[in-house]
């Protein structure tokens, strides 16, 4: 199963973009002579959601399923990461097939429930809302193109479950835009922001010790009743998490700051200011001389 992204490099056939009402033509069930064949040659990016059903659906951690069942990769050179899940051992097969079909088929990750359908979600510069469409991945391998079951792509998203996985990882999809389309203006993210990132968009367990710790608290004027809630609720906390980020990454500031911290966080932006315009005015004096020299 491969998962298409833009541009479709290993994919013979070039993607058509098509909206919620297009009509596919598909149906996959058991017996069908393909069975198992789009699981036998995975590469599936996770997002937030997915881990957070898979590990606990496998009874761990978030910390020990990156650890055993991903991973890592960069959306783009020095940025932010995602994760996708890790084969079998020396093969290109997903460790959850069995014979039988999906072994974790109520938790299955996004992109296995979409298949053959791929979200497309995109950003215009000019539009602060993102939208998705969707592509049809036709591989010649997957015989249920040509099972005569036809159905809109809407309603293939609600019988596969799609509407609470999308929603829930929407806030994850909008950051990672976000981060692509502000351009080399806002620059590559610093090492902290892109662990940040890692951390709170994966490893929710990490996440919850994190917004526990002494340090957050420092920092953050949570109140005890909303943290607690969020801290026995893996996904409020993972919305919590995308609310973080927005705030860490792109200024967006919705959780109080306490007014310690605000106030020296005021004060490294004055510093921070300053420091720019002492150069900007060093930069103007030196093409001022240079200016001279050659008017000389
Ligand atoms: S998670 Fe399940 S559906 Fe997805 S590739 Fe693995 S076995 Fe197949
Ligand atoms: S019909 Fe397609 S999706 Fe279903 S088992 Fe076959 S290859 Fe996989």
Redesign the pocket.
Same mark, same amino acid.
């Given at each position: 199963?491969s998962q298409p992204n833009i541009p479709f490099p290993q994919s013979p056939v070039l993607p058509t973009m098509v909206e919620g009402t297009h009509v596919i033509q598909f149906s $996959?069930h058991k017996g069908?002579g393909?069975?198992?064949?789009?699981?036998s040659n995975i590469d599936i990016s996770l997002t937030p959601y997915d881990v957070l059903r898979m590990k606990s659906r496998l009874g761990i951690s978030s910390t020990e399923f990156l650890k055993e069942y991903t991973v890592p990769y960069e959306m783009e050179k020095d940025s932010i990461a995602g994760v996708k899940l890790r084969s079998v051992e020396g093969g290109t097969a997903c460790r959850f097939m069995k014979p039988e079909g999906c072994g974790i088929y109520e938790d299955r990750p996004t992109a296995c429930r979409y298949?053959?359908v791929a979200l497309l979600s995109m950003r215009r510069q000019d539009e602060y809302v993102d939208r998705d469409s969707y592509a049809i991945v036709k591989e010649d391998? $997957?015989?249920?193109h040509e099972v005569n079951r036809r159905i809109t792509i809407s309603d293939y998203r609600k019988e596969q479950g799609l509407e609470e996985y999308d929603e829930l990882a929407r806030g994850w999809r909008q950051l990672v835009l976000k981060k692509q389309s502000s351009g080399p203006s806002i620059g590559k993210p610093t090492l902290r922001s892109r662990q940040l990132f890692f951390m709170a968009c994966y490893d929710i367990d990490r996440f919850r010790e994190f917004v526990d710790a002494e340090s957050f608290n420092r920092l953050f004027e949570l109140p005890q009743a909303e943290k607690d809630a969020l801290l026995a609720d893996d996904v409020a906390l993972l919305q919590f998490a995308f609310r973080f980020l927005r705030q860490v990454l792109f200024g967006e500031e919705s959780i109080a700051l306490n007014a310690e911290a605000a106030q020296v966080r005021l004060t490294k932006v004055q510093e921070k200011r300053l420091v720019e315009e002492h150069e900007a005015a060093k930069r103007m004096a030196e093409d001022d001389e240079g200016g001279f020299a050659e008017d000389d």
């Open positions: 199963m $996959c069908i393909c069975w198992n064949a789009c699981c298949y053959p391998h $997957c015989k249920g």
